[in-house]
């Protein structure tokens, strides 16, 4: 009797347990993967549930890649310009030839010399945008803000918010100095520390992505360099006098990757997740993301987005937009290490 029960029992514990659970796709992202619109079609379709860590900046993705273990990650979203960094330290994994096409992309995304290395191709532009000035054209004077000159004017202090990320900051200080991103090394870096010190004097805040948002939002500030539509495209409809440009001096042109981990146990999976991430579908939901919108990379997204999303996104202005933007800096070690001390020398002062 106690055997039967015993069985019994069993039996019913066995009934409450899956017959087999769906497989698991881990991704190290950015925080518009972490959208349900965005991963639940991919994860009906392949039965497959989709695990995500957010991470902000591409130092805490090496890092984090560096404190794994070798298949804890299978697919990564990296800023563009740095893919070769991470191919060189050993994370990301070759693509098998003709896995992805590129054959609608913008041309001016497609970035081949960032996403490969030695003849292979180690990652995929799949989202694009700028770095430029963000601001609320209700408070500030449209015309102020076609040039950086604006924020050492006098005129914005303490209404001036900085976005929370090195690279594109330096870069737009460099562009307000007469520096191009491409000529932005070890020597040319300390012609920015006085600007530098002088922005962040002038500003109230210095934030990452939603606390900028938030700031701009409800009037915290008036003014945020580093942004751009990635900000304020999300917020259209609730506050439509959220707006960007791109300042006679230029913007910085970001443009994030997606590629496969080095080490993953799942490369059919971690490349079919890839495919949809570029696919038209999966870009014109990437583009549209809950937590900051962007211009897809692929140009057969647009049948998949509305002309109102299109319009919000300046779908139409991208030539005009791509010509006058420059990439990140790529500096080397030496001078990334100086690039990042001199932003904490900001941060604490």
């Given at each position: 009797m106690t055997f039967k029960?015993?069985?019994?029992?069993?039996?019913?514990?066995l009934g409450l347990v899956?017959?087999?659970?769906?497989?698991?796709?881990?991704a190290?992202?950015?925080?518009?993967?972490?959208?349900?619109?965005?991963?639940?079609?991919?994860?009906?379709?392949?039965?497959?549930?989709?695990?995500?860590?957010?991470?902000?900046?591409?130092?805490?993705?090496l890092t984090i890649l560096q404190q794994s273990q070798p298949g804890d990650w299978d697919v990564m979203v990296i800023d563009a310009v740095d893919v070769a960094r991470a191919v060189e330290q050993g994370y990301l994994a070759p693509l098998p030839d003709g896995a992805v096409s590129t054959a609608d992309y913008f041309p001016q995304v497609v970035l081949a010399d960032h996403?490969?290395?030695?003849?292979?191709?180690?990652?995929?532009?799949?989202?694009?945008?700028?770095?430029t000035l963000a601001y609320?054209?209700?408070?500030v004077d449209p015309k102020d803000m076609e040039s950086l000159a604006s924020l050492w004017s006098g005129k914005y202090d303490g209404r001036i918010a900085i976005y929370d990320y090195y690279?594109?900051?330096?870069?737009?200080v460099g562009l307000a100095e007469g520096i191009d991103t491409a000529n932005l090394d070890a020597a040319a870096l300390e012609k920015l520390r006085d600007p530098l010190m002088k922005l962040k004097a002038a500003s109230k805040q210095v934030s990452d992505v939603v606390a900028s948002q938030t700031a701009l939002a409800t009037g915290e500030v008036d003014v945020l360099i580093g942004g751009g539509e990635w900000l304020t495209a999300v917020l259209h409809s609730e506050n439509p006098d959220l707006d960007w440009t791109i300042p006679k001096e230029g913007g910085l042109l970001w443009a994030q990757s997606i590629g496969m981990v080095e080490g993953t146990q799942k490369p059919e999976l971690a490349i079919e997740f890839i495919k949809y991430i570029t696919s038209p579908e999966g870009q014109a939901r990437l583009a549209t993301s809950s937590c900051y919108w962007g211009m897809p990379a692929n140009m057969a997204a647009g049948d998949a987005l509305s002309e109102d999303e299109k319009s919000v996104l300046r779908w139409s202005d991208q030539t005009d937009y791509l010509a006058r933007a420059q990439l990140y800096p790529v500096p080397d070690a030496q001078t990334d290490a100086a690039m990042q001390d001199m932003w904490t020398d900001m941060l604490q002062n």
């Open positions: 029960r015993t069985c019994a029992a069993a039996a019913l514990l899956p017959a087999a659970q769906a497989e698991e796709l881990n190290l992202i950015w925080c518009d993967h972490a959208d349900p619109k965005l991963l639940e079609p991919f994860e009906k379709a392949h039965d497959v549930r989709v695990n995500v860590k957010e991470y902000e900046g591409t130092a805490a993705g996403n490969s290395v030695d003849g292979k191709t180690y990652a995929v532009t799949e989202k694009f945008g700028y770095n609320n054209k209700a408070k690279l594109p900051v330096l870069g737009l």
